[in-house]
């Protein structure tokens, strides 16, 4: 068992290898993988009603990319508006540090930097 960030990190840097080695087959095994840990533990539904995608052409085993967006609703509970937000995670010595980017609408931040952490940190 290892945790969510590092996991990813290692399929990542699998499938930049399959690259370089010119092996599609493991490359495309790689990238179902990747996808299918994104899909099953990283933020979906509860605002995140897009999901989230990691983006591999600028993801590697020092940098992960995920895109997602959260939809706001009112005061009134009805829908406000979509906000799109790119969440890049570093591993460092303890742990992992986070960059958001995109409007902080609401303070939704804090709201989305806690659902990536908690998915990271996860043991898969």
Partial sequence: MMKLYAKLAMLVQARLNCIDGFNSEWKLKHEEKIEELVRNHLPSG???DSGTKID???SNNNRLVFCTAYH????????DGWMYHCVRVYPTFDGIRM????SNKN?????????FDIALNTEV
Avoid: A
């Avoid at 303070?107 to 659902?115: F, H, P, R």
């Fill in 72 to 79: 706001h609703m009112d005061e009134n509970g009805s829908y």
């Fill in 56 to 58: 591999l052409e600028v």
């Fill in 46 to 48: 509860s605002g995140f």
């Fill in 107 to 115: 303070d939704i931040k804090d709201y989305i930097y806690e659902s």
């Fill in 99 to 102: 960059t958001i980017n995109g």
